[in-house]
């Protein structure tokens, strides 16, 4: 499945799509990796998933997430990923890969930590399954829904309407801007304007 992403994201980059919905086939995003996988897998495999993800959160088009059911480990990685997370009322999310003896390596445990600032040591620490109505508080989704793939696909549609080269622009001077002290922040967004 990993292999699978990467290649499906790269083959992406090239054409032209307007708005990405990553879902599922059936109830649960995903209730992580396999863990006998990542035993086996050597640094450099792992490094390589890290960068998939990466890849997702790097398109130039809108991206969401539709969670559903459980979301954990490296699925809830791959949903941090996208620039939009639309959960189902009976989601639950977490990165409880510390109950394992590791952490999230695939830049989930960053952008967790970015979402929640200091507050995600709490959740991360002890692996917590986070339930839908608190991960909406938290910001680590973005709405709570009855059908979340109905209205992944909606606002799909609202953002495939948008000027392409505005969403990229707009994409790019946001995490520049979240990555820079508020004064940079200023010059990003001068810089997309071309000021």
């Known amino acids: 499945m990993r292999r699978e992403l990467g290649r499906l994201v790269d ?3 090239g054409r032209a799509v307007r708005a990405l919905v990553v879902t599922s086939a059936g109830g649960v995003l995903s209730a992580g990796g396999d863990v006998t996988e990542f035993l086996n897998s050597s640094p450099s ?3 390589e998933w890290g960068k998939t993800i990466e890849m997702l959160a790097d398109l130039p088009f809108s991206t969401i997430a539709v969670v559903k059911g459980y979301a954990f480990g ?3 990685e791959i949903a941090l990923s996208c620039d939009i997370r639309i959960a189902s009322r009976n989601a639950v999310v977490g990165l409880p890969e510390v109950r394992l003896g590791m952490i999230a390596g695939s830049g989930g445990l960053t952008r967790f930590a970015k979402i929640l600032g200091p507050r995600a040591l709490y959740h991360l620490l002890l692996g917590r399954r986070i339930a839908t109505e608190e991960a909406l508080r938290l910001g ?3 709405e709570v ?3 979340a793939d ?3 696909e909606e606002l799909a549609s609202e953002l495939a309407e948008l000027p392409p080269l505005a969403v990229k622009a707009l994409k790019e ?3 520049a801007a979240v990555d820079s002290p508020l004064r940079s922040g200023y010059l990003v967004e001068r810089a997309f ?3």
């Open 11 to 13: 083959e992406l980059d």
């Open 45 to 47: 495999d792992l490094l």
């Open 74 to 76: 490296a699925g809830f």
């Open 140 to 142: 680590l989704v973005d």
């Open 145 to 147: 829904v009855d059908d």
């Open 150 to 152: 109905a209205r992944a």
């Open 173 to 175: 001077a946001v995490y």
């Open 193 to 195: 304007l071309g000021c």
